[in-house]
Each structure stands twice: as structure tokens, then as C-alpha cells.
């Protein structure tokens, strides 16, 4: 491709999403498509001789756009807001146009720079005091998986320079709770702790972390001649949005000496909301390290995870490799950023930050986050007044969990209940929710967060749950 056909393939590219932009609520949010649709619309193998491009872009139309699910849709309010601001679209598709890597500080001195200034704006937007230090990775997979590991190293006093944990003597274990994301433990496993060796603390009503079991657990493990190494605690736990007593939790953390990292993957968004930082108290005292996905709700396109560590020294000494071709006269002076993770490339990600923060500004991200707490609101007093409905968790942010129990549904049918209306739902193309499971039930989560989300979308899925719940109720009864 000529830099002239690329402008104007780029423009047509541009025209292309910005059209599907403007009329993606004419899309059903889920489509209907069954497994091997799309690969049986594929070749097998790949074109020998070169195709039109005029090709590739018909094909976004006939096999990509009727098969996706429309995470952008007003109506979307599946898993996680995972919204995509334009600037932020924009800023992503420089990081790609660009093609830079940042091996090192050398290899492209912006992808560097602009990282450290936009992810220091960040820890400012988010109320973190100067102590700490920031990167972005990937995903909260990965910051938690880099946490376990800096714990490890910390609690062993750098085994991995010996024999690593194969060689010590005491088994370390890792405490969280049945509230936390799957990454959690598959993080754990990865670090090499065993599944036997982490500990799933109880809950409370309220799906937090009861800091007294966590203690107790603590406790039970020394004296069973095991090493305590780390706790995860949850601010914005996967399926309710439940909110772990950081407080308490820290001052456990620091009597036992163990690492505290705070999963606050979608809901650390929230602390730029000053009025909400009572959710994360404690973290200045206590915490270790922490995660926030800005690519969950605040609007910059996956991926974006910003991960938040206080020993900066501790990080690079676990996570440092410096062969002899990556280095540079200026590393005295300069970060290397591969040497804060696991990766050795960095995508040029702090674009699609910077770029959002600035054409929105703290305040346009705000604005657009307390909207959707109100409308999560309006849901829960919605659902709260309906009779045979109930919302099963304090709707602290933008999830609200419901239930339907019409009483003409025996108990030990409500489980397949609830998921059979969550699918119909799903299925009806005219919202998308997701069903999960919280003190042992199922119930479904109406995830609020997509940019283009209005009042009148709120009332819609409202309407669209019930009419599907009441007319599964006689198949149930
Ligand atoms: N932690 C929490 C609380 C989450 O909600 C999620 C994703 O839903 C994750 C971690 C994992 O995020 P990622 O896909 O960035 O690894």
C-alpha cells in the first residue's frame, strides 16, 4: 500500500466505523450467530495472489459486522462497560499507524515519557498519593499475576536468584475471597503457589471480604508451619461490584507482614470521583500494589491496565532482564519500561490514555461516570418497587444484580429460572445482560456503562427483562 492508498483506505476505514457508530442501536446487541458461522464463510487457506481492498472492506459488512456482539451498543450491559471514547479509538489506531516499540527508553523515547506523564496524571485523577508508581500493562490478568510475583519474591527474599520456590521450606500462601476474579487464582497458579496453598476467605452479606475469617485464616496457616505471602482483596468485585474493608484488610496486611494487592479493576474508574474514595480507605496505609482496567468504563479501548506499584525498586529488581543489544548511554538516566513487567515490547498504549483524558478532561470523565451511578439508580428503585423482583447487592456503582421470584416458581427452580430469562434476553437481541452466580444462586447483572447508554435504555431492558421473565414463568411454574 502507497502512503497515498492508505489515505484513502484510512478515510474509507474511518467512514466505515464512524457510520457504524451512528446507527448501532439499529443492530441487535447480540447476533444470532452459531458456532462455525463464521469460519464456514472463510477460506481454508489463505489467497495466493494479492485481493482488492474493496474486498477486505465488503467483507466487515457481510461476514464481521452480522457476528459480533455489540460491546458499544447502547444496550450492551453485559460483564463489564468496556466503552471506547472516539479520541480513544483514535489514539489506538496512532499506536498501530506508528508502529514504534518500546523495548527500551532509547527504542522510542515517547512511548516512555508520555506513559510516565499520562499515568501520573491518572494516579492523580484516581487520588493516589505521590508514593506510588504506575505502568500500564495489558490487562488486570497480568498487573495481578506481576503483584503475586513481587509478593513471592518479596516473601522469600528473591528466591528466584536460587533455587525458587522449589527450594523452600516453608509453603507460601495466598488469601482471597469467593467475590474475586477467576484472574486471581489463575495468578497464583501461574506465580507456582498451588491451588492448595490459596485460600478462599468468607464473605459477608454484602459479598466483601470478612476481615476476621481473613485473620483467622492467617493465623490457622503459621501455625500449621506455612508462610503467608500475600492478600488480594477486591474493590469492585466481579459479580456484584463488591467492595473489601481495605482498611481493615491493610492493618492485617502490615501486623502479618504480608503484600496487599488491590484488584480495583473496573471500579478503581470510579476514584476520580473524590466522593467515592471512601470505597478504597486504607490503601495509602497498607497496600502494595494496585490494579484499574481503564479500559473498563472510563472509555479507552482495550486494552489499558494500569497497574500501581509502591516499592518501584522492588518491582525492577523482580522484573529486570538487560541483555547486552537493549543497552543504552542513557540508561542511567532514563526508565526502562521493560523492566516493570513481563513483556519485552511495549505497545505505544499511553495514546489512547493520553488522548482521552484530554479531549474529555477529569471533568467530562466524571460527568459521564456519575451518570451512569444514577442510572443504575433509577434501575434499582425500578426493580426494588416491582413486586416478585428483588436486587440481591448494594448497587454501589453501576451494576445492578437482580432476581425475579414469581411465586408460582418452586425454589429449586428459580436457578434455571433466572438463566433461562437472562438468555431469552440475550437472545431477543434487544439487550445483553449477563447471568452469574453470588452466595451460591444465580442472578443476572444489568452492567451500566456504554458511552451511548441513555435513560430510555434503561426503561428499555427494564421493560424487555420483564416481559421475557413473565413469559418463561409458566414453563417454570
Ligand atoms: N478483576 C476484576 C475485578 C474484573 O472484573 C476483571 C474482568 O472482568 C478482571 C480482573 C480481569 O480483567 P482482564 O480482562 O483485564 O484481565
Not at 497458579?189 to 459477608?204: K, P, Q, S, T, Y
Request: with cysteine; charged share 20%; net charge negative.
Amino acid at each position: 500500500m502507497t502512503p497515498e492508498e492508505f489515505r484513502k483506505r484510512g478515510h474509507e476505514i474511518i467512514d466505515w466505523l464512524a457510520d457504524y457508530h451512528a446507527k448501532i442501536s439499529d443492530y441487535p446487541v447480540q447476533p444470532a450467530t452459531q458456532p462455525g458461522d463464521v469460519k464456514a464463510m472463510l477460506p481454508v487457506s489463505p489467497p495466493v495472489d494479492a485481493e482488492g481492498f474493496d474486498e477486505i472492506i465488503a467483507d466487515l459488512d457481510s461476514v464481521v459486522l452480522p457476528n459480533i456482539s455489540h460491546w458499544q451498543h447502547p444496550r450492551f450491559f453485559g460483564y463489564f462497560p468496556s466503552n471506547s471514547l472516539g479520541s480513544g479509538i483514535l489514539g489506538d489506531l496512532v499506536c498501530s499507524g506508528l508502529g514504534v516499540l518500546g523495548l527500551s527508553w532509547q527504542s522510542s523515547p515517547a512511548v516512555t515519557e508520555i506513559e510516565e506523564v499520562t499515568v501520573d496524571w491518572f494516579r492523580q485523577m484516581v487520588g493516589l498519593s505521590s508514593a506510588w508508581f504506575g505502568v500500564i500493562n495489558d490487562t488486570a490478568s497480568t498487573s495481578t499475576l506481576v503483584a503475586l510475583l513481587c509478593a513471592r519474591e518479596k516473601s522469600t527474599g528473591f528466591s528466584l536468584v536460587r533455587q525458587g520456590l522449589q527450594a523452600e521450606l516453608k509453603p507460601l500462601t495466598i488469601y482471597t475471597s469467593a467475590s474475586a476474579h477467576s484472574s486471581v487464582e489463575k495468578a497464583a497458579l501461574l506465580a507456582g503457589f498451588g491451588r492448595e496453598n490459596v485460600r478462599m476467605v468468607d464473605i459477608d452479606g454484602n459479598f466483601a471480604m470478612r476481615p476476621e475469617a481473613l485473620e483467622d485464616a492467617i493465623i490457622a496457616d503459621i501455625h500449621a508451619g506455612l508462610k503467608p505471602c500475600a492478600i488480594v482483596a477486591a474493590v469492585g468485585g466481579t459479580a456484584t461490584v463488591s467492595i473489601d474493608p481495605v482498611s481493615e484488610i491493610a492493618a492485617i496486611a502490615r501486623k502479618h507482614g504480608l503484600w496487599l494487592h488491590i484488584d480495583a479493576a473496573m471500579a478503581g474508574n470510579a476514584m476520580i470521583l473524590p466522593e467515592l474514595r471512601w470505597m478504597w480507605e486504607g490503601i495509602e496505609e497498607g497496600a502494595d500494589s494496585v490494579v484499574i482496567n481503564a479500559h473498563k468504563w472510563l472509555g479507552v479501548p482495550f486494552d489499558c491496565s494500569l497497574y500501581f506499584v509502591r516499592d518501584e525498586p522492588h518491582l525492577l529488581r523482580v522484573m529486570s532482564a538487560d541483555p547486552s543489544f537493549l543497552q543504552s548511554q542513557a540508561d542511567e538516566k532514563v526508565r526502562n519500561l521493560r523492566n516493570t513487567g513481563i513483556p519485552l515490547g511495549r505497545r505505544f498504549r499511553a495514546l489512547k490514555l493520553w488522548f482521552a483524558i484530554r479531549e474529555q478532561g477529569v471533568s467530562g470523565l466524571q460527568a459521564r461516570l456519575r451518570r451512569d451511578i444514577s442510572l443504575a439508580q433509577d434501575l434499582r428503585s425500578k426493580v426494588e418497587a416491582t413486586p416478585g423482583w428483588e436486587v440481591v447487592a448494594p448497587v454501589v456503582l453501576q451494576t445492578v444484580c437482580i432476581v425475579n421470584r414469581p411465586k408460582s416458581v418452586p425454589s429449586h427452580r428459580l436457578d434455571d429460572f433466572t438463566r433461562a430469562w437472562a438468555h431469552s434476553v440475550n437472545a431477543s437481541g434487544q439487550a445483553y445482560v449477563t447471568p452469574a452466580i453470588a452466595a451460591g444462586h444465580w442472578m443476572v447483572r444489568v452492567s451500566i456503562g456504554t458511552i451511548c447508554t441513555e435513560a430510555s435504555d434503561i426503561e428499555a431492558v427494564w421493560r424487555t427483562i420483564q416481559e421475557v421473565a413473565t413469559a418463561l414463568v409458566p414453563e417454570f411454574s
